[in-house]
């Protein structure tokens, strides 16, 4: 066994000098899946190991504000009156995705409020109240938000609308104080943690079951065997300019990534090298973060043929895809005087800014009477309460009338989108890593964004979608390797099928 | 060894009991890219075996019409006066795609002109002769046809048109003709070729190199050693249900896959097994064939709130896409007396009929006075020999004046729409499979559907682009393996890294 093996080749375990460590679950990243996977992993009776690349825990899930979607009838959904059933959450997921995974689905749906009670009995706060501003970046201490696209049309026909973003109780970012009680939960049930330790690669047996990591520690190559299972935790591809460019061309390039530095597709890699098949690669959650300030909701928002192409009550991520799928990524957004104002998020122009629409019009070098007609239209409508193109909800409905009117730069390319990816293994709800033919593989799980989960659109993704999946389905792959009979390595005869 | 395996799963080779027979060279797979590959494998000097699932050659290759999308000043294009060049080939097919591999990208279009003398010089047969119908079906013996996107806007203004699609000549379908004259060459040089054989399975040694094939033949298993390489030319997987449902969920059961049955990704999948990434799985050919009739290009597009989309000149393919994004799937053509013909492929239905736009619009259930204002905008425009919008060719304007207006169906799930996958193999130009880090995985190519080619998107796609790339990426395939010094199977040792 070398050194410098790239991620994606694992290594026969019976050219394995000596095993440095052992654990009964290794699980590979430490952040909001790796933490959960961890726990239940440590309460179901398994040996516990932890590696994390970074000198400290806590991965996206600690750099985020701190948001889980989660539904069907909560403490703080019924505190705050709102009715909503796992049925309606259900449904919701359901129409967000192509092709909602029924089993993953329903899982998730069904389990939805006793996740929340989960996080709860581990001591992560959430206050029994609701912030009603739409805003992309939720930083009060309120819990509630509606965080996807559950009032706009045509969602809110699907599924009777009820706020799901749950954020946890902290001023500002909620991410961090998440993790904290994570990771004291975790510590708490027995596992440990070794940070600043790279996983090199996959050890699998000679029938191609995974049985341990090649890791990498201070200088040191070691060879740590796990007994049940090992659970890749280590987040999307985001970081990896190399496979964001192969797997997700149309954004490359014009896009600013989000996530943590480490989010660059090791363990997919690791795991497609195991001969895991991955899922949705091209598919990711892109914002257009133009509001803040929510008064921008009352513009339109228009392509290069001065046509508007979505409702602008969508939530930023919908508008976002819906945006760069326009003709040459070229849309703006129009506002007038009365709802303008400077997006809080830096890197937004303004295009241009005109006494008349038919001037905005030229300046902006859009068709000629294109613009003036759709504000015409949307104007006649707004005034009675209606959007008959895209049924935006009355609350956000207003002609555009007063000048000056201007116009902001929502092009891709130039407006400051950010993505992350959404691809990843493609696994059982339990988190059992599946081949192309959708077979297991044997000791190999994961979850989070290394995995295929509930967000797997641009279209439908809400915030939340992200952790409240890693957190939940890491709970599942944890407690599911543990389960896991033990394998013995030394019996396996080299020579069998790979 | 046992006879079961999935296909994504190889056999280690010293499980292999006994080879049944070997070669230098294994092609599995007897299309375009399987054909070319073995005619260059064998010339190249290699004993090549190829293998063929079904009871004769051709696979979707001989079920075409017999186009290849070839340029940069073939014999062909110069007789009927046309300039082309291999960087305007290249410019072209650049804009065409949104990650054009640059390696692959380049050889092709330099080494079109070549790769079309090469065809000739086998005795595939094609006239000086240039078919000027705008036609998704071209049935006449004519060889050059505007294939693409060549003369539609922005395509016109990034290079310059020229006729790219080179049909074999022969009425009706070219495909048989083509692929009988490989089928002839493969013979003429030597290769063997075995039907009924379905490859199971890929056999690999210690080191995860790709050393032979495992078989099924007459109730038989067999295992075929090649000593220098395996490749695999198996086309899409269009017709597998379960795999077109988990990489293009938009698209599954609402378009009709075409291709041969045989097109299951059972290649791919095998090339999976063996740590090969694959790349735009997501990514196919969508056609919306509304014409022929050429007249209904003279008709317009609108989707749901009656807006034009995209120029109805267009190729079909980038029609279909664009028409299949448009909100909730509804789209209509717009045609007026002068225009309306019935589409020739069955399944189109007429949505309303009516002796005014505004009443046409009234049927169809649109926001009122949108359609009135689109159809007003764009007849103004065509009076003037105009498209402020899309840029439609002034010679596909004419005003829609002429009542009655007829409303044809193009919603996706209701028109006819057909489809086949762009997702692959990773692969070089020369065929060498790689692992999502990049790495060649020793004695394994793949060519045509089962890699990811030069088409790689819906809204770049063009007619031939398939043939034309594998055949030519098939040639290269097969030279590549046979090049490739032997393997020494029993020389490698059991155990080592797989």
Redesign the interface.
């Given at each position: 066994?070398?050194s410098g093996?790239?991620?994606?080749?694992?290594?026969?375990a019976?050219?394995v000098d000596a095993w440095h460590d052992e654990a009964d679950v290794i699980v590979v990243g430490y952040g909001g899946a790796g933490a959960c996977a961890a726990i239940e992993a440590a309460r179901g009776g398994a040996r516990t190991l932890v590696l994390e690349r970074a000198s400290g825990g806590g991965g996206t899930t600690a750099m985020s504000a701190g948001h889980l979607y989660l539904g069907g009838g909560t403490r703080v959904q019924k505190a705050c009156g709102y009715e909503d059933s796992a049925e309606n959450l259900l449904r919701y997921l359901n129409f967000s995705a192509?092709?909602p995974d029924p089993e993953k689905f329903r899982r998730y749906a069904e389990g939805s409020v006793a996740h929340f009670d989960w996080l709860v009995s581990l001591g992560v706060p959430f206050r029994d109240s609701i912030h009603e501003g739409r805003t992309s970046m939720q930083q009060s201490d309120e819990c509630l938000l509606w965080s996807g696209n559950e009032k706009s049309w045509?969602h809110r026909e699907v599924a009777t609308p009820a706020p799901r973003g749950h954020k946890v109780a902290a001023e500002g970012e909620g991410g961090p104080l998440l993790f904290a009680r994570l990771h004291e939960a975790a510590l708490a049930a027995g596992a440990r943690v070794q940070y600043d330790t790279r996983a090199l690669t996959l050890a699998?047996d000679?029938s191609?079951a995974v049985c341990g990591v090649i890791a990498r520690r201070d200088g040191e190559t070691r060879a740590l065997r796990a007994r049940r299972g090992v659970v890749l935790c280590t987040g999307g591809f985001a970081m990896n300019p190399?496979?964001f460019?192969?797997?997700v061309?149309?954004l490359?390039g014009r896009v600013t990534p989000i996530g943590s530095p480490y989010d660059d597709?090791s363990g997919?890699?690791m795991g497609?090298?195991a001969?895991g098949?991955?899922?949705?690669?091209?598919?990711y959650h892109i914002t257009l973060p133009f509001y803040p300030p929510a008064g921008l909701t009352f513009g339109i928002l228009v392509n290069a043929?001065g046509?508007?192409?979505v409702g602008e009550d969508a939530y930023h991520g919908r508008i976002g895809e819906e945006a760069s799928?326009q003709?040459?990524g070229v849309v703006y957004l129009i506002a007038d005087e009365r709802c303008f104002g400077r997006p809080e998020i830096d890197g937004f122009e303004i295009a241009a800014v005109e006494e008349s629409i038919a001037d905005l019009e030229s300046a902006l070098e859009l068709?000629?009477?294109?613009l003036q007609?759709t504000v015409e239209?949307y104007n006649r409508g707004a005034r009675e309460g209606r959007d008959?193109?895209?049924r935006k909800q009355a609350a956000w409905l207003r002609p555009l009338e007063q000048g000056p009117f201007a116009a902001l730069d929502c092009s891709l390319g130039r407006a400051p989108y950010m993505a992350f990816t959404l691809g990843g293994l493609?696994t059982r709800p339990t988190g059992e890593v599946l081949?192309?033919?959708?077979?297991e593989i044997p000791g190999l799980y994961a979850a989070g964004r290394a995995s295929c989960g509930i967000a797997r659109s641009a279209s439908g993704y809400a915030s939340g979608t992200c952790i409240g999946d890693a957190t939940f389905f890491g709970r599942l792959a944890g407690g599911a390797a543990a389960r896991r009979t033990d394998t013995d390595v030394s019996s396996t005869s080299?020579?069998?099928?790979?």
């Amino acid at each position: 066994m070398s050194s410098g093996h790239a991620a994606a080749r694992p290594v026969l375990a019976s050219s394995v000098d000596a095993w440095h460590d052992e654990a009964d679950v290794i699980v590979v990243g430490y952040g909001g899946a790796g933490a959960c996977a961890a726990i239940e992993a440590a309460r179901g009776g398994a040996r516990t190991l932890v590696l994390e690349r970074a000198s400290g825990g806590g991965g996206t899930t600690a750099m985020s504000a701190g948001h889980l979607y989660l539904g069907g009838g909560t403490r703080v959904q019924k505190a705050c009156g709102y009715e909503d059933s796992a049925e309606n959450l259900l449904r919701y997921l359901n129409f967000s995705a192509d092709d909602p995974d029924p089993e993953k689905f329903r899982r998730y749906a069904e389990g939805s409020v006793a996740h929340f009670d989960w996080l709860v009995s581990l001591g992560v706060p959430f206050r029994d109240s609701i912030h009603e501003g739409r805003t992309s970046m939720q930083q009060s201490d309120e819990c509630l938000l509606w965080s996807g696209n559950e009032k706009s049309w045509p969602h809110r026909e699907v599924a009777t609308p009820a706020p799901r973003g749950h954020k946890v109780a902290a001023e500002g970012e909620g991410g961090p104080l998440l993790f904290a009680r994570l990771h004291e939960a975790a510590l708490a049930a027995g596992a440990r943690v070794q940070y600043d330790t790279r996983a090199l690669t996959l050890a699998v047996d000679a029938s191609g079951a995974v049985c341990g990591v090649i890791a990498r520690r201070d200088g040191e190559t070691r060879a740590l065997r796990a007994r049940r299972g090992v659970v890749l935790c280590t987040g999307g591809f985001a970081m990896n300019p190399e496979m964001f460019a192969r797997h997700v061309p149309r954004l490359a390039g014009r896009v600013t990534p989000i996530g943590s530095p480490y989010d660059d597709g090791s363990g997919l890699r690791m795991g497609m090298g195991a001969r895991g098949a991955a899922l949705h690669m091209a598919d990711y959650h892109i914002t257009l973060p133009f509001y803040p300030p929510a008064g921008l909701t009352f513009g339109i928002l228009v392509n290069a043929q001065g046509q508007r192409f979505v409702g602008e009550d969508a939530y930023h991520g919908r508008i976002g895809e819906e945006a760069s799928l326009q003709p040459g990524g070229v849309v703006y957004l129009i506002a007038d005087e009365r709802c303008f104002g400077r997006p809080e998020i830096d890197g937004f122009e303004i295009a241009a800014v005109e006494e008349s629409i038919a001037d905005l019009e030229s300046a902006l070098e859009l068709p000629a009477g294109m613009l003036q007609h759709t504000v015409e239209f949307y104007n006649r409508g707004a005034r009675e309460g209606r959007d008959p193109l895209f049924r935006k909800q009355a609350a956000w409905l207003r002609p555009l009338e007063q000048g000056p009117f201007a116009a902001l730069d929502c092009s891709l390319g130039r407006a400051p989108y950010m993505a992350f990816t959404l691809g990843g293994l493609w696994t059982r709800p339990t988190g059992e890593v599946l081949t192309e033919d959708g077979e297991e593989i044997p000791g190999l799980y994961a979850a989070g964004r290394a995995s295929c989960g509930i967000a797997r659109s641009a279209s439908g993704y809400a915030s939340g979608t992200c952790i409240g999946d890693a957190t939940f389905f890491g709970r599942l792959a944890g407690g599911a390797a543990a389960r896991r009979t033990d394998t013995d390595v030394s019996s396996t005869s080299p020579g069998g099928d790979p």
